[in-house]
């Protein structure tokens, strides 16, 4: 399992993808373990690395994840072979924007195109349960610089002035209690109360 989780890190840094930091995705994990979380939905899957270190934290956790790149939808249904972690893990391939998602989840993990954070949360944010909680990646901006199709400095102004208004949407969301970690690229942990 191990060497799996360093062959991942290892693709993802060829290939310019930027999955979740090393202390990022363990503080989420760390989450997921302290409040017994078992039905995660994930938007952005890349290369299925943060799914299966959320999968790994116990056994009967299940994840749903989307992905609209076919190249790397193709890499996530591999890598997720090789674990073995085909019954825990679902990948959709499509955008986002285009799926339904039926039942009710403990966990949703927004970790897609910087500048629809919004619309995911509106998008999903009802199939959260009471309780449940949103993780926000790249709340920093740094995960932009390594994000290949968002590179060009004249969207980066754009992206960041989008992630801004996006940590407005959380603060002066009601019905969310937002709390904002400098960890990894910068997380958001929104409680649904
Ligand atoms: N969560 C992953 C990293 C995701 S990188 C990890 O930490 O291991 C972000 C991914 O979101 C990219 O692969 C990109 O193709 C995908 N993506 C961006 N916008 C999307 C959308 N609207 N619908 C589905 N996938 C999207
Ligand atoms: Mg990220």
Do not use: W
Not at 103 to 122: M, N, P, R, V
């Amino acid at each position: 399992m191990d060497h799996r989780i360093l062959e991942m890190e290892e693709y993802a840094k060829v290939h310019h993808i930027p999955i979740m930091l090393k202390d990022g995705i363990e503080f989420m994990c760390d989450y997921i373990k302290d409040h017994q979380i078992k039905n995660i939905l994930e938007i952005g899957t890349a290369i299925g690395y943060s799914a299966i270190c959320m999968a790994s934290v116990d056994s009967n956790i299940h994840v749903t994840t989307i992905e609209r790149d076919e190249v790397r939808y193709c890499e996530a249904l591999l890598n997720i072979g090789k674990v073995n972690m085909e019954d825990q893990i679902t990948v959709m391939f499509d955008d986002a924007l285009n799926v339904t998602v039926s039942g009710e989840y403990d966990l949703i993990f927004i970790d897609a195109a910087k500048s629809q954070y919004i619309k995911f949360f509106e998008r999903f944010s009802p199939f959260l349960k009471k309780g449940g909680v949103v993780f926000s990646d790249n709340l920093d901006f740094h995960g932009l610089i390594h994000s290949e199709d968002e590179i060009s400095s004249k969207n980066l102004k754009g992206l960041v002035r989008k992630i801004n208004q996006y940590i407005d949407f959380l603060k002066n969301n009601s019905d969310y209690d937002t709390t904002f970690y400098s960890v990894g690229d910068g997380i958001g942990v929104s409680v649904k109360k």
